[in-house]
């Protein structure tokens, strides 16, 4: 069971440079979310899809965009990398319980960046 | 800005000791979760507790929801070394195309052996 991959899972830029991070799932869920990890400030959501083609934005989402083609991938890309984007990246998934709610978030192992 | 947070911060016990970790929020919720985190690793779903309910169980994990409050409480029984990891709650809020999860800063629990 592959559950959420996320790829690379480490990765050093130049300030100016474009990278996108990749993420898939294999449980079908149409839930999927893209979180930052820094020290001292817990995980902070930044872009959103709750379904293929619908994507919206979360807490922090300058500076990065997402597209959701496929209900497995959820790419998430950097466009111009600052040092502020110097941070553990999580994609996560969920499935939709049939009343409009999800249940548990199923997180890949994380994606540290670094930004120079 | 968080809508949960976490407290204390850090939390250093024995093992064979419990730890409560305490979870406040702002705005209405429809479900609360709980996570943990091991070094370096991904987040793990541990529980998660509807609005309409006040306490639930599950192995040595005990939580709690007050809603009037707007807090919760995680309680781990007779810790265990293997129980040391950072542990985060999150509410379940209703946003314009859906819902999502939304996580506090943490709790750090070191279980000493």
């Known amino acids: 069971n592959a559950g959420v991959t996320q790829t690379p899972k480490f990765q050093v830029l130049k300030t100016g440079q474009s990278m996108t991070l990749q993420c898939a799932q294999d449980?079908?869920?149409?839930?999927m979310s893209w979180y930052r990890q820094d020290p001292g400030m817990g995980l902070r959501l930044i872009h959103y899809s709750v379904g293929a083609g619908i994507t919206d934005q979360g807490e922090v989402p300058n500076g990065y965009n997402v597209s959701r083609s496929t209900t497995e991938d959820f790419p998430l890309r950097l466009l111009s990398a600052a040092p502020s984007q110097t941070s553990v990246y999580f994609c996560?998934?969920?499935?939709?319980?049939?009343?409009?709610?999800?249940?548990?978030?199923?997180f890949g192992e994380g994606s540290r960046l670094t930004v120079l | 800005s968080q809508q949960g947070e976490e407290d204390p911060q850090a939390l250093s016990i024995q093992e064979g000791e419990n730890a409560t970790m305490n979870c406040s929020y702002k705005?209405?919720?429809?479900?609360l979760q709980w996570y943990r985190q091991n070094s370096g690793r991904g987040l793990v779903h541990l529980i998660l507790i509807r609005s309409n309910e006040r306490e639930k169980h599950s192995g040595r994990l005990r939580v709690t929801l007050d809603t009037s409050k707007k807090s919760s409480s995680l309680l781990i029984t007779a810790s265990r070394a293997a129980d040391t990891a950072s542990y985060f709650c999150a509410t379940d809020r209703t946003m314009e195309y859906g819902n999502k999860l939304v996580f506090g800063a943490g709790t750090i629990l070191r279980v000493k052996s």
């Open positions: 996560a998934s969920s499935y939709e319980t049939g009343t409009g709610l999800y249940r548990e978030l199923f």
């Open positions: 705005t209405s919720i429809n479900n």
């Open positions: 449980m079908n869920h149409e839930y």
